[in-house]
């Protein structure tokens, strides 16, 4: 499929993570430019939802939170 194998590594880590862990991983990641080895959380299903992560990312150090859809967390 023309990748290296350290690139088919890297992808099926990212791929463990996402199903372990129920968590998306950037672009890159590890590696990523902007959120090194953070993962990205699902984006909220109700607005309620989003009050309550808003609320958790203002206690928690280890969130991260940018807008309701996008917050991240460390790994």
């Avoid at 880590?13 to 902007?34: H, I, M, T």
């Amino acid at each position: 499929i023309g990748r290296n194998i350290d690139e088919v590594l890297r992808s099926l880590r990212a791929l463990q993570k996402s199903d372990d862990d129920g968590v998306a991983a950037p672009a890159d990641w590890p590696n990523n430019e902007k959120f090194g080895d953070q993962v990205l959380l699902s984006p909220p299903g109700t607005e309620a939802d989003a009050q309550d992560r808003k609320a958790e990312a203002a206690d928690d150090d280890e969130l991260n939170y940018y807008d309701w859809w996008f917050v991240t967390r460390d790994q």
